[in-house]
């Protein structure tokens, strides 16, 4: 049986979902995802950060919404691993 895997923001910051505001979302929920695939990217003082899966599997759900002020070492996304 395949475990649940949190994905957690390892710095304070804006979470992003997509590359830019033009262009399409990194992983959609219910994509499968490779553990170095980028999901997310969160913004400090104007650097981004890129956001991986960490595990390979399933993107079970995201628990925060593009945009979204996050904390570090909070839950950003579940992965449902294979």
Do not use: C, H, W
């Amino acid at each position: 049986m395949a475990d649940n895997k949190s994905v957690i923001s390892p710095i304070p910051g804006v979470f992003y979902r997509r590359p830019s505001p033009d262009q399409d979302v990194f992983v959609r929920e219910g994509q499968k995802v490779k553990a170095d695939d980028t999901i997310g990217l969160i913004e400090v003082m104007k650097n981004f950060y890129e956001i991986q899966a960490g595990v390979d599997g399933l993107v079970e759900r995201f628990i925060v919404e593009s945009e979204d002020i996050v904390d570090a070492g909070q839950e950003i996304a579940v992965i449902r691993g294979e």
